[in-house]
């Protein structure tokens, strides 16, 4: 199994700044792509950011330029510094990593974080 723990959320005021992060442990072999999704009250759960392995970064356009998502690979650690913060942030964040579990099955398997709250207020 894998475990992730996420830690950094918390209350802040609006054009204020959080670092939420994301530590993955048990059964890993590589890790392949690493993300941060939300969920605000009443709204589906939605893509933040994501990055690979080899850095790629993708990111929701309604972050681009105030959310940078960064990995400490040799940690397992994924990271995401959230600057300029709208009250329309404010939502659960939750990290997802898809991973290898062995040399020999190559197939990816995901799993998601419990979750930390952020709240921005105006």
């Known amino acids: 199994q894998v475990q992730l723990v996420e830690s950094g959320g918390g209350l802040v005021q609006a054009g204020g700044s959080l670092r939420l992060s994301c530590a993955a442990s048990?059964?890993?072999?590589?890790?392949?792509?690493m993300g941060w999704y939300r969920q605000a009250p009443g709204k589906q759960r939605e893509l933040v950011a994501t990055?690979?392995?080899?850095?790629?970064?993708n990111y929701a356009d309604s972050v681009k330029g105030r959310f940078t998502i960064s990995t400490d690979n040799a940690k397992n650690t994924v990271f995401l510094q959230m600057n300029s913060l709208k009250p329309e942030d404010t939502a659960v964040y939750y990290c997802?990593?898809?991973?290898?579990?062995?040399?020999?099955?190559?197939?990816?398997?995901?799993?998601w974080g419990q979750g930390t709250q952020v709240t921005v207020s105006s």
């Open positions: 997802r990593i898809w991973v290898r579990i062995s040399r020999t099955n190559t197939l990816d398997y995901d799993y």
């Open positions: 048990g059964r890993i072999f590589s890790i392949n792509t």
């Open positions: 990055i690979t392995r080899g850095g790629s970064t």
